[in-house]
């Protein structure tokens, strides 16, 4: 809803196109519905990291989807304009001033550089537009204290602690002979995503720890970033599997496409693999679950991080109380839960047919 001609049939809008037509025989004369059903689009700016990245995508996607069903069901018009940052602060710093020079309603924000967001709000709380951060986590004390800033988004922890459990369990499972060595020690090596990201520092350190709470010894062969990307993990594992070979008993990896990059090298390497693990459940990573080459994944719920976005942008535009429309924590905060796929739950997750 473009908040200068907001009028008194504003909240009756989303009710449908009967109800507006009713209205506009009944309406006072300083209520205009038939401008308004002109000029009531609801704007929704969505500025990404960059638009190159399989889990970013996907969650754009549900979002666009919902949005048109959101336009069905609500009979309002809502444009949804979506900009790449390409990885580059400045460049979605610029993307950030056109949208509020263009009058956008609300910005859904996955930000470039998570220690950044101070300036960015600033930007709209001058333009008095809400913000709602999602999947790149700013620090809390640029959330906590701002009014209308929100973050949607899963537990860092708790997505490397059930990729953990899901190792865990194999480790346990003497039917997969995770100890090539015979060792007793589990020897490993950690594809790690971008620097700096909170899904980096944290999937990294909770996968590690479930093990060595639960008694686990481990030993880090290797780790390195591939900065969420398929290539770089492949470059990297090929190089791993030159120095460590069949020494490496598990690839953890911060997200599926990094693992799918993981995989690439091993079936070029050719020897029974390693297990490897990934984070997002993306379609390729439950693929390659179906025919066994991935072990497993955890679920970062796009869709549920896309549902809860609409519902918090629609509840704002609306002036609805946000805690009635989104389970919000702390004023400022939707988390969504993370699920660990195995072979055991894995036909949940597949896309009907899929396997
Ligand atoms: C993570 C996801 C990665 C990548 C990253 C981008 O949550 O697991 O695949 O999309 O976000 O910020």
Redesign the pocket.
């Known amino acids: 809803m473009n908040r200068n001609i907001k009028s008194c049939c504003s909240r009756w809008a989303r009710r449908g196109p009967a109800l507006l037509l009713a209205l506009a025989l009944l309406c006072s004369p300083g209520c205009a519905p038939a401008r308004e059903q002109e000029t009531d689009t609801l704007r929704l700016g969505v500025a990404l990291?960059t638009q190159d990245?399989?889990?970013?995508s996907s969650v754009t996607q549900e979002l666009e989807r919902m949005v048109q069903e959101a336009e069905v069901e609500l009979g309002r018009k809502i444009n949804i304009s979506v900009m790449d940052g390409a990885n580059n602060q400045t460049t979605q710093l610029e993307q950030i001033d056109r949208f509020l020079d263009r009058g956008y309603d609300i910005l859904l924000v996955?930000i470039v550089d998570r220690t950044a967001a101070a300036v960015l709000i600033d930007k709209a709380e001058a333009s008095e537009v809400p913000v709602i951060f999602f999947?790149?986590q700013p620090v809390s004390e640029d959330i906590d204290y701002r009014e209308r800033v929100y973050y949607v988004g899963?537990r860092a922890e708790e997505g490397g602690a059930l990729q953990g459990e899901l190792v865990l369990d194999a480790w346990r499972d003497e039917r997969l002979g995770l100890d090539r060595s015979g060792d007793g020690v589990l020897q490993y090596v950690m594809l790690e995503?971008?620097p700096g990201?909170q899904?980096t520092l944290l999937r990294t350190e909770w996968s590690v720890k479930v093990l060595t709470d639960a008694g686990v010894e481990v030993e880090k062969l290797a780790s390195d970033s591939a900065n969420?990307n398929r290539g770089q993990a492949s470059a990297k594992m090929a190089q791993w599997l030159d120095w460590f070979g069949p020494e490496i008993e598990v690839v953890f990896s911060?997200?599926?496409?990094m693992a799918l990059g993981a995989l690439d090298a091993i079936r070029a390497w050719g020897n029974p693999g390693p297990l490897v693990v990934g984070?997002?459940a993306t379609a390729p990573a439950l693929e390659a679950m179906s025919t066994g080459e991935l072990y497993g994944t955890v679920l970062?719920d796009a869709r549920g991080i896309a549902r809860a976005m609409l519902d918090l942008a629609l509840a704002l535009a609306e002036g609805e109380d946000p805690a009635l429309a989104v389970d919000l924590q702390d004023g400022h905060y939707v988390w969504l839960p993370y699920q660990k796929i195995d072979w055991t739950n894995l036909d949940q997750f597949l896309p009907e047919g899929g396997r």
């Open positions: 990291y990245d399989t889990f970013i996955n999947n790149r899963a995503g971008e990201h899904d969420w911060n997200n599926d496409d984070v997002d970062n």
